[in-house]
């Protein structure tokens, strides 16, 4: 399947001389998460796609430390945040494109204050800019007309404002967007930011995936989208409690136009 | 003898300002327990916060009814307070309705009508302000941190501002001369009918009566303001001035953190050297939060700042799945904690004694720091612009680097972390074979 799939490290273009346009972070979800890695392949058919000159680190690259930093481990963040830092600045990275919501909020915002400068977009974002300029386009195939709602990633959202990237994207697939009851300012997180994803929650009545899971069904939608691997998880999750798996898939967006063009 | 009630006045002002100036000077020095921040940055854009969030109420009207009940009372308090003005003068001068002598009578008439109008609103919204608690029982004012004070509280202050403006009215309402002029009593003039009955005298002897009860009426509601949730009406000004304006997304850096880290990852450093002088001094006593003290002092106004509405509360999603995590209890236990400090500092010469107690646990417990997603859904809903979770952040700081003290499965991924570079138990050599799988 992947004969087609071009992925170059940085230290290939450097070795050749060249400098990528756009570095893709992959992030730990993407790199190693089953469901996530599928994500990160679709991300990189469009790239190639659009001929985009992309690098990653492959194995030079780790956690940014979201999840040690909203742990409270503060240290273990720096430590983090420091090594990339180094590894960024010294490929000389001007900008970075990610499909992890989390990955771009820490390098976005929180890498400038330890000396990591760099232009960071959302993958939704990114693609957004590869179709408005022309090198990708959007057809709607097999989602045209179907009844497609978005959950919000807290961290895209709230955190960074990022409400419009998506669903332009959606809206371009001429499928019908539908939305929850609390969308974009007002979103129900999915229950794995803070660190949650990693142990299991505290004690109530009911999961957080599953209440924005029921939020997602009352939509009745044919699709739950996704841009963030942790929240992609925790809605899968929510679909499979709910009997639903059959009926209802959870896509991130790049998965949604890359099947579309049966990439 | 003549002057006995302007005397008594004199006296009451004093008193009712004097004593809510020292409360006020106990406010901040308890606000400044807490650590330095730096906020003196963006000035323009915290002056347009301040007038957009505070005096434009534009996160009120999120909700709209709501909002919009609260922009009448809120409207109406600060304009009908415009007559205090005149009573104070008339209060210290012995005059009656001095503005009959500084406005013409018909821009006078114009601004009481304008105010009666606005306190029979004031007192429906007030009305259905107390339904909505009380009858209708709203689930975020029932929540468990809701006890019996925070209740009465919200209560006391909805009867207060009921009887104010009742008393305005009648005070209206029975003022002969004031009738009379058959201007600006838009209001009363149909509520001066309940009192003709009454003789002059005991007419006058009424007006009177609410005159002075309005007056002293308003003096304890400013005292009151010290002691209830009601602060907000002084408080969200600053508050939303000195609010984060950094994305809800972005986390502070903890510099202390940054030095040791740089001077770990400094190969040029010899580990073992005596620290350079005065670098002692940066490193902190405790990294994070357990008591008050540490937090910053605008975390410690946001707390003063909170009249425990319960948007955050209701917008939280663990709180809406049942854990016992609700970010209104985070600003009201760090208020009463802190008041706690306040008194003890009081009562040992202005020095905090140890009272073997914090924050942390006494007030907030771990499992409602560790239910946060840090979705960051109750610092988007706080009306005035309150971080509780800035808070949980410092708290679960203090736990993890003071006292190792995370979740056991959070431990787990914080060794994958330092040992592989994921959170995961994978190794960083097979990041990149997902390309080939």
């Not at chain 2, 736990?399 to 190792?404: A, G, I, T, W, Y």
Request: negative net charge; contains cysteine.
């Amino acid at each position: 399947m992947n004969e087609g799939l071009k992925v170059p490290t940085m230290a290939e273009f450097i070795a050749q001389g060249k400098q990528p346009e756009v570095l893709f972070w992959v992030g730990c979800a993407g790199s190693f998460d089953d469901r996530a890695k599928k994500i990160t392949k679709a991300f990189v058919k469009l790239l190639n796609k659009a001929n985009v000159e992309f690098a990653v680190l492959g194995t030079e690259e780790s956690c940014t430390g979201d999840p040690a930093k909203r742990a409270g481990n503060e240290f273990l963040f720096q430590m983090q945040a420091v090594t990339n830092i180094e590894v960024l600045n010294a490929y000389e990275i001007k900008k970075i494109v990610t499909a992890c919501p989390h990955c771009f909020n820490t390098i976005k915002n929180e890498y400038p204050g330890l000396g990591g400068n760099y232009e960071v977009m959302h993958h939704t974002q990114f693609l957004k800019a590869l179709l408005e300029e022309g090198r990708l386009s959007i057809e709607g195939g097999q989602f045209k007309g179907k009844r497609i709602t978005f959950h919000d990633p807290c961290y895209l959202g709230r955190a960074n404002n990022v409400y419009e990237a998506p669903r332009n994207l959606i809206q371009k697939l001429e499928a019908e967007l539908v939305e929850m009851k609390n969308c974009r300012q007002n979103g129900l997180c999915c229950g794995a930011g803070g660190a949650q994803m990693f142990k299991e929650s505290e004690k109530g009545h009911k999961d957080v995936n599953i209440e924005r899971t029921e939020q997602a069904l009352d939509t009745k939608p044919q699709i739950i989208a996704a841009g963030c691997p942790f929240c992609n998880t925790m809605m899968t999750d929510g679909v499979k409690a709910k009997e639903k798996e059959s009926d209802i898939s959870v896509m991130d967006i790049a998965e949604l136009i890359a099947s579309a063009q049966d990439l | 003898m003549e002057y006995l009630p302007n005397i008594c006045f004199a006296v009451v002002l004093i008193l009712g300002i004097g004593y809510f100036t020292k409360n006020v000077k106990k406010l901040i020095r308890n606000i400044k327990l807490g650590q330095d921040v730096d906020v003196s940055d963006n000035k323009p854009q915290r002056w347009k916060n301040m007038l957009m969030i505070a005096l434009g109420q534009s996160k009120m009207v999120k909700r709209p009814i709501a909002g919009l009940l609260h922009i009448i009372v809120y409207i109406g308090f600060v304009i009908i307070n415009i007559e205090i003005l005149e009573i104070i003068v008339d209060g210290l001068l012995g005059t009656h309705r001095i503005g009959l002598k500084v406005f013409p009578t018909l821009i006078y008439g114009f601004l009481i009508g304008t105010f009666e109008v606005l306190a029979v609103l004031v007192f429906i919204a007030v009305i259905l302000f107390w339904v909505r608690r009380n009858v209708i029982k709203l689930q975020r004012f029932w929540k468990s941190e809701m006890t019996s004070w925070p209740k009465s509280d919200a209560n006391y202050i909805l009867y207060f501002e009921m009887v104010l403006m009742t008393l305005f009215l009648v005070m209206n309402a029975t003022d002969v001369d004031f009738q009379a002029l058959q201007t600006g009593n838009t209001i009363s003039r149909d509520i001066a009918p309940w009192f003709s009955g009454l003789s002059e005298s005991n007419l006058h002897f009424v007006e009177r009566t609410a005159w002075w009860f309005h007056i002293l009426g308003i003096l304890v509601f400013l005292n009151y303001l010290y002691f209830s949730k009601h602060l907000h009406i002084l408080l969200a000004f600053p508050n939303t001035f000195y609010a984060k304006l950094t994305p809800k997304g972005q986390f502070n850096n903890l510099e202390a953190v940054t030095k040791e880290v740089k001077l770990m990852m400094d190969p040029n450093v010899d580990p073992f050297a005596a620290s350079a002088e005065g670098t002692e001094a940066d490193i902190p006593a405790k990294f994070g939060a357990s008591d008050v003290q540490d937090l910053n002092w605008v975390q410690l106004l946001n707390a003063y700042t909170c009249t425990e509405c319960g948007r955050c509360t209701s917008e939280c999603p663990a709180n809406q799945t049942g854990k016992k995590l609700s970010p209104r209890k985070i600003m009201m236990d760090t208020r009463d904690r802190l008041e706690e400090v306040g008194k003890n500092i009081d009562a040992n010469k202005g020095i905090f004694r140890e009272d073997d107690k914090q924050l942390l646990d006494d007030y907030i417990s771990r499992e409602e720091l560790w239910a946060c997603t840090t979705c960051s859904a109750c610092v988007e809903a706080c009306p005035v612009s309150i971080d509780p979770l800035s808070i949980i952040l410092d708290m679960r700081r203090y736990l993890v680097m003071e006292q190792s003290a995370a979740p056991l499965e959070l431990n787990n991924m914080m060794t994958n972390m330092e040992n592989n570079g994921a959170p995961w138990p994978y190794n960083q050599m097979d990041r990149l074979n997902w390309k080939n799988e």
